[in-house]
């Protein structure tokens, strides 16, 4: 498929911007005062060169008591100089055309960050912060709506194409909008006309404050998924009134932070959420984006020619890859590093109070940092370990010039990744070894499957440097039974080395991959998404009778841990997903569970000062892990410089694998 809708040019109010590609806002969290840092500009610069149409630099902080000290500010109008001085640059450097959002988080920030309660329209608290808003007077309300103005007005000056009003995910625009958190009895609550005015009002005043002149936008849920809230017909009806009030373009997105439907992990579907841009694009005859899992460009493509939207939302994949539109345009495919919806570097570590980074692209948000040079030295280097930490060291490394020989004792790459992407929704994970493999092979890498490095080869190959990162082994519990031919490795299940799982099944472990495998397990019983669909189109059984069938197992599955919370290694925006779907297929969770002795056909454990047994033909063991760095220890040093990355070192999560993979390839 050629992409010819991606690359084509669109007008939006006078702004011509040259492809159909938008980097949206996205909390970075790079400062700690509200600055627009060198560290902002560097991330923004390479993203501006990497040939994204339209660009947004925010969210921007138009009032302290609905923002952050993490977040850069627009409140005063000493805060347009450096923005200015900035976007003259991408301007003067580039095509891209440069977008910003005025943010206000209403009841969901945190009053411990500005010294004051936060604000809402009713006093009643989020289900994130948990703290009770202060119900917005009328002043306030005109104080907050004067502040987006103001900021508008700013942004204008500081020189930005597009001004757009964060009105999504829950926010303080969306919070009036919502039922859920409106109850006011004034002209500001009630009836969906009365819920939009505090919005729509947002607009027009932004519209008197820079002129007919300025492109101004809003972005918005499509759909709050949030039991009582509003869907897409809502959605549709605020869009419609935005427009008439002067927005020029509506990017949607989906649903609040709140929601239990997941949005973007990896088991969301890519493109399943370009329906509410398609409903809210019926309504509006302004230019409308989509977002929400379509950095694949294949997938963005067809949204495009499907006439649901008219832009593409891509923000985690440009955090994965800064040159992904020029990559795509230039049919440059096998370069591409592409977001595999983890969130590990994202979401989760926003919501954990720290910056982005990313699993994949350990250079994002360190763009001045991690500089990527051709060496003056070029050496010889052997790397032992196909994961995810050889893989990234071999490319780094080859990319400087070095000539590098990459050894992996199995018959396939990927390492650990291939047991991660057995689970159901976490196939993505197969695209950073894919990704991986293609860039070894661009830069001239040499991969040996099937062959394990010792240290006569190391002696035979005389390498000058040996990296080893020979990963990880199953952890292994001295308990009566363990040599029971029914108990197995989780390892083993999620590679399908295993044929034969009881009905009764207990899960040793309530880890991510004890958690996981206990999914995957489950699944195997359960009607796949597409024979779902295949019923439902043909109408073939009743909706109820087929949902029964997708989360019926088949097998009574059990997953004990002896801490007091399971998938505690998972991120906040993943684990309640996994969570939910356990409890969807019927999967028991025993937290503070212990495991003493193996039966023929049952476990016995203890819970408290409890001892009880459990049924199981099938146990599993999903205990942790330990490293695999003998090679380490077995060739001697001296000439050859040995360096132990990723697993080997310490087993832990795919994001300090693929960092140390670079960080010791920029070291040598």
């Known amino acids: 498929m050629e992409f010819l809708k991606l690359f084509e040019p669109i007008t939006i109010n ?5 492809n159909r590609i938008v980097m949206p806002a996205m909390g970075l969290s790079f400062t700690d005062h509200y600055e627009f840092s060198d560290r902002y500009q560097a991330f923004y610069r390479a993203r501006a060169h990497g040939g994204v149409g339209l660009m947004t630099i925010g969210p921007l902080a138009v009032d302290k008591v609905g923002s952050a000290p993490f977040m850069p500010s627009i409140m005063n109008d000493e805060d347009v100089e450096p923005l ?12 891209c055309k440069l977008a910003t959002q005025l943010f206000h988080m209403g009841r969901v920030s945190y009053s411990f960050l500005f010294g004051e309660t936060p604000i809402g329209p009713s006093p009643i608290p989020s289900k994130l912060t948990r703290q009770t808003p202060r119900e917005m007077t009328i002043e306030d309300i005109e104080r907050v ?15 930005f194409d597009h001004i757009e009003a964060v009105g999504c995910t829950g926010y303080l625009i969306a919070q009036f909008l919502s039922p859920i958190s409106n109850q006011r009895g004034d002209e500001y609550g009630g009836s969906l006309e009365n819920r939009m005015r505090f919005g729509v009002e947002i607009i027009r005043k932004m519209r008197d404050a820079v002129g007919p002149e300025t492109s101004i936008g809003i972005r918005i849920a499509g759909n709050d998924f949030m039991e009582g809230g509003n869907t897409n017909i809502e959605a549709s009806a605020f869009a419609a009134a935005a427009e008439g009030a002067g927005a020029d373009a509506i990017n949607v997105t989906g649903g609040w932070h709140e929601t239990n439907v997941p949005q973007l992990t990896t088991n969301v579907p890519p493109g399943v959420f370009t329906y509410l841009a398609a409903g809210v694009k ?3 005859t302004v230019p409308v984006f989509a977002s929400n899992r379509l950095g694949d460009p294949f997938v963005a493509e067809k949204t495009l020619r499907a006439g649901f939207a008219d832009m593409i939302c891509w923000a985690r994949p440009m955090i994965a890859d800064p040159e992904l539109p020029n990559k795509v345009r230039e049919g440059r495919l096998d370069e591409i590093v592409y977001c595999i919806a983890c969130n590990q570097g994202c979401f989760d570590s926003i919501f954990g109070g720290t910056s982005v980074h990313c699993v ?5 948000g360190r763009e001045d940092d991690y500089i990527v040079e051709k060496t003056q030295s070029p050496k010889k280097v052997m790397v032992a370990g196909g994961g995810p930490a050889g893989m990234e060291f071999a490319v780094v490394a080859a990319q400087r010039g070095h000539r590098v020989d990459l050894y992996e004792k199995n018959e396939r790459l990927g390492g650990q990744i291939n047991m991660a992407k057995a689970p159901p929704g976490k196939k993505e994970l197969q695209n950073l070894i894919d990704s991986l493999d293609r860039r070894m092979h661009l830069y001239g890498v040499n991969v040996h499957l099937g062959r394990e490095v010792t240290p006569d080869l190391v002696q035979a190959e005389k390498p000058q440097v040996l990296v080893v990162a020979s990963g990880a082994k199953p952890m292994e519990l001295d308990i009566p039974g363990m040599d029971k031919p029914h108990v197995v490795g989780a390892w083993d299940v999620l590679t399908d080395r295993v044929a034969d799982i009881g009905r009764n ?10 958690c996981e495998t206990a999914h995957y397990i489950a699944s195997m019983g359960a009607v796949d998404p597409e024979s779902f669909t295949f019923l439902m189109y043909h109408a073939a059984e009743e909706l109820d009778f087929v949902k ?16 007091d919370r399971v998938a505690e290694n998972v991120g906040r925006t993943a684990r309640w997903s996994l969570i939910k779907s356990l409890r969807l297929v019927g999967v028991n969770l025993r937290t503070g569970t212990r495991l003493l002795e193996i039966k023929d056909d049952e476990v016995v454990v203890t819970l408290g000062d409890k001892q009880e047994t459990i049924p199981a033909d099938t146990v599993i063991m999903a205990v942790g892990a330990v490293p695999v760095n003998e090679l380490a220890r077995a060739v001697p040093g001296g000439e050859i410089e040995i360096i132990t990355i990723g697993d080997a070192k310490a087993p832990r ?16």
């Not at 709506?145 to 020189?159: I, S, T």
């Not at 994949?360 to 994002?364: G, I, L, S």
């Not at 029964?548 to 801490?563: A, N, P, W, Y």
């Open 282 to 284: 019926d309504k509006v």
């Open 360 to 364: 994949v692209n350990p250079q994002a």
């Open 84 to 95: 200015k001085k900035f976007i003259d640059e991408i301007h003067r450097d580039t095509g």
């Open 505 to 514: 099944v207990v899960v040793v472990g309530g880890s991510a991959t004890g």
């Open 145 to 159: 709506q004067d502040a987006f103005a103001q900021g508008a007005r700013r942004a204008r000056e500081a020189g």
């Open 548 to 563: 029964r069938l997708l989360h019926r197992s088949g097998r009574k599955i059990t997953v004990i841990e002896m801490m």
């Open 653 to 668: 999560k795919i994001t300090e694998a693929v960092r140390e993979g670079l960080e010791s390839a920029l070291a040598i």
């Open 14 to 18: 006078r702004v011509v911007v040259p």
